[in-house]
């Protein structure tokens, strides 16, 4: 028995100390110190045993048990130990690697200028209004005093969604007087930023879907002074204290009289070079009177109020104020290009 019982601590230690999991290690526990383990297995052949030997064998058999005990005990500890060791290697973060560079995008030109322009027109107690993009021809053209025959109307010019050419993608931002004045009752200050479609070829200047900015003020004893009070103010804002503006006759059919603002060139400050093309001015928007015909169409009382109104290209009046010489530069997103402004 004394045999019998070395052999199994020899065993039982040497299986114990090569476990290599907790698992592992539960298992040799229940195969030695169970209930139906080898060491009761052991402990129950006492019996056969003499009285006198009895004694010596039962604190025998006790050593053995505290030893299996004491080394399933400490090596436990131990798989826990390294196991802990290993998540904490797995998880360690390095903080002598060199960090990955991030690329960061850059604010696209047309952007920056267009806050500008939002922060120039909130200051003068401008809204901003954005709205839909999808139109009816009914607010492109129609509510917007455009005849019928307006070349404009052609299937070769706008984008139609209906063979009745009764939805179509704007092709100004103009509609969007209509849709103020429909909304809101007078004074009104407005700038209605935003995407407009046309069916033009992709040059240097032109892109079939570029954006404007449309403008509205309509109060009593509103004035042309006032619209070229206004937009001079922000051309200077925009481009510096010692902009010079100058404004043309134009036609448009939803405002009389109409207008076209230009800034003098500020490359050549009006002697004529390629910039502007040797005109030594540089057109930058379309304005004017509101057609007391669109007002009373829109619900406003021509007799009691009056208002102007204006339309820029936003490409274009980014284009001036960085200098930047072909349109589609403004659409590739190339970061090189973006990240000089
Ligand atoms: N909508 C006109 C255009 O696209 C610009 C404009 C707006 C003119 C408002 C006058 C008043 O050319």
Redesign the pocket.
């Known amino acids: 028995m004394k045999e019998l019982l070395r052999e199994l601590r020899e065993r039982s230690l040497a299986a114990i100390s090569g476990a290599d999991s907790a698992e592992v290690l539960e298992g040799l526990r229940v195969q030695f110190l169970g209930k139906k383990g080898e060491l009761t297995a052991v402990l129950k052949q006492m019996g056969k045993l003499s009285p006198e030997e009895r004694p010596a064998m039962g604190q025998l058999a006790n050593e053995v048990r505290a030893a299996l005990e004491r080394t399933i005990d400490e090596k436990r500890a131990a798989l826990a130990d390294a196991a802990l060791r290993l998540r904490l290697e797995s998880e360690a973060v390095d903080v002598t690697i060199p960090g990955e560079a991030h690329r960061m995008g850059h604010r696209h030109p047309m952007y920056v200028v267009l806050d500008e322009i939002k922060d120039i027109f909130i200051g003068m107690g401008f809204e901003v209004v954005e709205d839909r993009e999808v139109e009816l021809a009914e607010y492109n053209f129609d509510k917007l005093n455009e005849q019928p025959n307006h070349p404009a109307r052609e299937w070769t010019d706008t984008f139609y969604f209906t063979e009745d050419s009764s939805i179509l993608l704007r092709t ?3 509609p969007m007087q209509i849709h103020v004045m429909e909304r809101q009752k007078p004074p009104i200050r407005m700038v209605a930023p935003g995407r407009v479609y046309r069916k033009d070829e992709v040059d240097a200047t032109h892109s079939p879907m570029f954006h ?1 900015v ?1 403008g509205m003020v309509i109060d009593k004893n509103v004035t042309m002074a006032d619209l070229k009070g206004t937009l001079d103010q922000v051309a200077k804002r925009l481009y510096g204290a010692d902009t010079v503006t100058r404004f043309r006759p134009h036609h ?1 059919p ?2 009389e009289p ?1 207008c076209e603002m230009d800034i003098q060139c500020y490359k050549c400050k009006g002697k004529g070079c390629p910039t502007c093309k040797g005109e030594g001015w540089i057109e930058l928007l ?3 009177m509101i057609h007391p015909k669109v007002l009373r169409m829109s619900g406003i009382d021509p007799d009691v109020y009056s208002g102007w ?3 820029f290209g936003l490409e274009r009046m980014a284009m001036a104020r960085f200098k930047i010489s072909d349109l589609r530069l403004i659409f590739e997103n190339d970061v090189r290009f973006l990240e000089q402004f």
């Open positions: 100004q931002t103009s404007q449309e448009f939803f405002t109409s379309g304005a004017g109104a204006f339309g």
